[in-house]
């Protein structure tokens, strides 16, 4: 027997972010909208004990031992449930890696979900979000989908409507990023001066709730994008081919490096995808609509 769930990436149409806290850790106001590029992680009992393969674009990437988020979520279930976690799980990988697109979130809350149906172990929607909480600060949304703001470090979800589609444009860098150094480097930047609280935009969510894509485009903010363009300056290349291609608005995804171009429509994210290609800024790139739904039992 075995168990395979499917979870989606994420963008971030918003990302406040204030100033650090005691525990090292910002509160954010981090609006998220899952799109449709997917990881799936297949749960299989293992007479060995607990085993991490992976196959996929960047796949030698991925660590394949206990930090990685999804055997930290086969062993905190069995732990709460008072078995071993003896499961092979394979992730066939799809997010980019260290992308800023939340790819090892993803996988951590199809684990823990996919790991839960193997085992029969009932656990209530609430003790799901609150072992991905303990994961990390995206995990939850990744297990939710959907749109939602996440408060606290992000982990604190509220449901928002979206009123239609979204069409995305991702172009993926020729490295990744390490979401730690982009809060060190905000740190940085962010010396001497008065970081405001996080607050979700009023005119983003009412954007969102519309459908309204000219309207989303004109209100989408990343507090971390400065911080990314400072340790990896030539993503500034990528954005511009992205908006001279006809994007609607350009930004990093998240800690980055990936970055992320909104479309009017499908055909316009075709047509923002192939210049983004031809432009040699980035190392692949890929077409994605959302929102979609989260962590889901194939």
Request: glycine fraction near 12%.
């Amino acid at each position: 027997m075995s168990v395979t769930v499917r979870v989606p990436a994420k963008v971030n149409v918003q990302l406040a972010v204030g100033a650090a806290r005691p525990d090292g850790f910002h509160d954010l106001a981090n609006v998220f909208l899952a799109v449709g590029l997917y990881d799936e992680v297949t749960a299989t009992p293992s007479p060995d004990g607990l085993r991490i393969t992976c196959a996929g674009p960047d796949a030698g990437q991925v660590p394949l031992d206990r930090t990685n988020l999804a055997a930290r979520a086969a062993l905190l279930l069995g732990a709460r449930h008072g078995r071993d976690a003896d499961v092979h799980l394979h992730i066939a990988k799809d997010i980019p890696v260290a992308g800023g697109m939340a790819g090892g979130s993803a996988d951590g809350a199809g684990a823990l979900l996919a790991c839960d149906a193997l085992w029969g172990t009932g656990a209530s929607r609430e003790e799901l979000l609150d072992i991905c909480a303990e994961l990390g600060s995206d995990v939850p949304f990744s297990l939710v989908g959907g749109t939602a703001l996440g408060t606290g470090r992000g982990e604190r979800l509220t449901g928002l409507e979206a009123g239609g589609t979204f069409h995305w444009v991702f172009a993926m860098a020729s490295r990744g990023l390490s979401t730690p150094a982009v809060f060190r480097e905000f740190d940085r930047l962010a010396e001497g001066r008065e970081i405001p609280a996080p607050v979700a935009s009023r005119d983003l969510l009412d954007a969102l709730a519309e459908g309204d894509p000219d309207a989303l485009a004109a209100t989408v903010s990343n507090d971390l994008q400065p911080a990314a363009l400072s340790l990896f300056p030539e993503l500034a290349d990528t954005l511009a081919a992205g908006r001279a291609a006809g994007a609607l608005t350009a930004l990093v995804s998240g800690s980055g490096p990936t970055t992320a171009f909104l479309a009017r429509d499908a055909e316009a994210a075709e047509g923002i995808a192939g210049a983004l290609r031809e432009s040699g800024t980035c190392r692949t790139v890929r077409t994605a609509a959302g929102p979609v739904p989260g962590a889901t039992v194939l």
